[in-house]
């Protein structure tokens, strides 16, 4: 029997050999499609999750009331964990890190420098993110001072075997000589922390003072909970730690503890309360693959069901002897599922021809495993397509009454017809959806790259200050010779990369504040130079300049910091920042210093160039690789030892959309297929209604029907389907692409031209697609049609 439905299927799959290959195209890129968005989610929903502590991991968090409402921070201050651990039974184990970002670190063994990435980490850290300790004792290994922990690769990097490398020394920063206490297994691409050494916070504890105050933020705090451990009742206890350490002087900061596995993809907070983050991402690309999955299932849906009248009297007849109409049903999901394993066969391909791509783009490693979680989803993907896609035509074909199908009697239904249409209508407005999506998506990463900064980011090279550079004296010698290398417009130095929040202070004060505020200002220590280099402009006063002296008491704000501070003809005033009084004498426009998703900020600048992480020098554009070997050569002389560690100021920039750039670059692709697809099917649908009506249109044109009217039949209904999809999916567009851009605090209006120009390019594709047929029919000799009767 078994036998026999397979052979039935495998003839009716051959039969129509254009349904066939549409339905099997169709179909096949749809899974691609959704197997590459599975591979992306299934990696994203990994992220953070496969520490064993994971039911036990969080991290601590703070609120902090500023004037402009509460936002959160990862920062805490540096006794934090010591402290959590010392006052809170529930509290098992906690760890304290820091890792700046801005400057890499060099490792050397001999005449070797390898560049690294560095954290520190106090005792105990290994415990809380178990990683595999290959060489050394996990219990013994408790990140001392002056010792070391490195990964595998860092160890193949620096002794040429990841063997025996306990007790070795290595020279970091050519400034300390640290011993090798372990090795671990490399940081797996899934965790969000990176990492390819650990070194002691006790060390950066001791040598930076500042961290041991509790009225100030910086590093980041983990707590491994006791098991059973309410975190609501934790969370209460500790809301006023702060407070409570600070004897009632810190009150603007509260503390409350996290999953650290959730903080991937659920980061983002809106006045203390979490509202999103990358998980909107995730859900966005399920939706699409859905969305690609249903209109592919349409299709086959739509194509079945034009197709049943060359299968009525094979129904018919079944019935007269004696198949049961379960049996019917059977064979036509059979059908639909052999499809979607075949379909799957081809998708599977394309999967591993468009992977490395993909790869690319998402910046991962997927890859196709064929572990049992993923083979489950493919065969539950292909199962589901397979009964969604024959559902319809199964039962449709299957409820046919055997003496109304041998009588010849059977005609299309109007429920038949208006399932076909709605079927139609859904999927062009999903298509619909995407590109208006899209559209919006590319034009606000437009707007993000396009717009006036308020500053020129472009050809900004961003020196790493380590080594003998981090001597204020060698540095200004250094920046002295730097302008003078051929191919450097100037050189200065500055303690902010202009790319997000690098540091902030509340202690600054003004007549009239209110003694109950405590909303941050970002702090810039700069150095002669940095402002006219960067190209911000001055509103009123003037720059920081050696010609009048001394401009340490001197100050600069830009605009937002006088507006929220209330103060008049700014120039000349006096105010306090940290016990000191300064002199206002300049203000600056408004520049974007953080990204587009956040209002621009109050900011101060001031001079103090040992304050400042960072040698900053503008090149002439086209001269870039020259220039670089000549600063390399400079480098060396004033940083022997050192290798020259630098990156682009505008590749910092676009990093701060990588997720913004990686969505409109996917939703382009998947967009297309979508549209694709459902032409695919309108392709064949229109190809089956040129067929069906073929008597009619030769009758049309012996009656004088001229060949536009004739395509303008044949089109009508497929228009008509089109602008209702429009019509309703511009409304939802709206609402989606409005939803999307509220995250950001500068964005593009939307204008009534995205959304009509969206419609019109569907319109265009449609009637494209539809007119091949319409036209090759209206040209058709009617002799042919008719003689066929």
């Not at 979680?373 to 449709?396: C, D, E, N, Q, R």
């Not at 920046?479 to 202070?505: R, W």
């Not at 602008?723 to 609402?735: D, E, G």
Request: with cysteine; hydrophobic share 45%; aromatic share 10%.
């Amino acid at each position: 029997m078994l036998k026999h439905q397979l052979i039935l299927i495998y003839r009716n799959l051959r039969k129509d050999k254009s349904t066939f290959l549409i339905n099997l195209i169709g179909l096949s890129t749809g899974l691609a499609s959704v197997l590459m968005i599975f591979l992306w989610v299934n990696d994203e929903l990994q992220i953070d999750k496969g520490y064993a502590t994971d039911s036990q991991l969080y991290q601590v968090l703070e609120n902090v009331d500023q004037a402009g409402g509460m936002i959160t921070r990862e920062t805490t201050a540096g006794p934090t964990a010591q402290g959590l651990k010392d006052d809170f039974p529930e509290v098992e184990y906690a760890v304290t890190t820091f890792s700046n970002n801005i400057n890499s670190s060099i490792l050397s063994v001999e005449d070797q420098d390898i560049a690294a990435r560095k954290l520190y980490a106090s005792a105990d850290f290994f415990k809380l993110f178990p990683y595999k300790i290959t060489q050394g004792n996990k219990e013994e290994i408790k990140s001392d001072p002056n010792t070391i922990v490195i990964s595998e690769s860092l160890a193949v990097k620096l002794f040429g075997s990841s063997e025996n490398a306990v007790g070795k020394m290595v020279e970091w920063d050519h400034e300390k000589n640290l011993a090798v206490a372990g090795v671990f297994e490399d940081v797996p691409s899934t965790a969000s922390m990176k990492f390819d050494f650990v070194m002691s916070f006790e060390d950066f504890w001791t040598e930076n003072e500042w961290v041991q105050s509790w009225g100030n933020t910086a590093p980041t705090t983990f707590v491994l909970l006791r098991e059973g451990t309410n975190v609501d009742e934790f969370n209460a206890k500790i809301k006023d730690y702060v407070k409570t350490k600070t004897e009632g002087n810190v009150t603007h900061r509260s503390q409350f503890v996290a999953k650290y596995s959730d903080r991937y993809l659920h980061g983002t907070y809106e006045n203390g309360i979490q509202s999103g983050g990358r998980i909107s991402y995730v859900k966005l690309f399920s939706i699409i693959a859905i969305f690609i999955l249903v209109i592919a299932c349409i299709n086959f849906m739509n194509l079945s069901t034009a197709k049943a009248s060359k299968r009525i009297k094979e129904v018919g007849i079944k019935k007269a002897v004696g198949a049961r109409r379960g049996e019917l049903i059977v064979q036509y999901l059979g059908e639909s599922t052999m499809m979607a394993f075949l379909s799957l066969l081809l998708g599977l391909l394309l999967v591993v021809l468009l992977l490395p791509q993909f790869n690319s783009i998402t910046e991962k490693q997927l890859s196709l495993d064929f572990s049992p979680v993923l083979m489950t989803a493919i065969l539950a993907i292909v199962l589901v397509t397979g009964l969604i896609a024959g559902s319809y035509p199964a039962l449709h074909l299957s409820g046919f009454s055997p003496s109304t199908v041998l009588k010849g009697k059977i005609s299309s239904v109007a429920g038949e017809l208006w399932i076909r249409k709605g079927l139609v209508v859904f999927q062009f407005a999903l298509s619909v959806i995407l590109i208006v999506s899209v559209w919006v998506v590319y034009l606000q990463i437009e707007y993000i790259q396009t717009e006036n900064l308020g500053y020129e980011k472009d050809n900004v090279l961003l020196i790493n200050k380590i080594g003998e550079l981090g001597d204020t004296d060698k540095m200004e010698a250094f920046i002295s010779e730097l302008k003078a290398v051929p191919g450097v417009v100037a050189a200065t130095s500055s303690g902010h990369d202009m790319t997000g929040h690098n540091g902030g202070t509340y202690g600054i004060q003004w007549p009239g504040k209110d003694p109950n505020d405590k909303t941050e200002f970002e702090r810039m220590a700069v150095n002669y130079g940095m402002i006219e280099m960067m190209g911000i402009q001055m509103k009123e006063g003037r720059v920081f300049s050696d010609e009048f002296g001394t401009e340490s008491e001197k100050i600069i704000f830009n605009e937002a910091a006088i507006e929220f501070m209330g103060i008049e003809d700014p120039i000349g005033k006096v105010i306090n920042l940290w016990g000191e009084d300064k002199e206002i004498i300049g203000v600056t426009e408004d520049f974007h210093f953080d990204s587009f998703h956040e209002v621009v900020k109050p900011l101060f600048f001031y001079y103090n160039p040992g304050a400042t992480n960072l040698v900053a020098a503008k090149i002439n554009a086209g001269d870039e690789i020259e220039t670089i070997k000549n600063i390399e050569a400079l480098h060396s002389k004033f940083n022997p030892g050192f290798s020259l560690g630098y990156r682009f100021l505008d590749e910092d920039y676009q990093a701060l959309y990588v997720a913004e750039k990686r969505v409109a670059t996917l939703s382009k692709y998947f967009a297309t297929i979508a549209i694709l697809i459902s032409c695919l099917g309108l392709f064949g649908l229109a190809t089956f209604t040129v067929e069906r009506r073929a008597k009619e249109i030769g009758i049309r044109k012996v009656l004088g029907a001229s060949e536009l009217k004739i395509v303008s039949i044949l089109s009508g209904d497929f228009t008509k389907m089109v602008m209702v999809a429009i019509l309703i999916a511009l409304p939802l567009s709206f609402f989606i692409a409005q939803e999307w851009l509220a995250s950001f605090a500068f964005k593009i209006g939307l204008k009534w031209w995205f959304f009509i120009g969206a419609g019109a390019l569907t319109m265009l594709i449609a009637l494209l697609t539809v007119s091949f047929h319409s036209i090759k029919a209206a040209l058709m000799n009617p002799v042919n049609s008719l003689k066929s009767e």
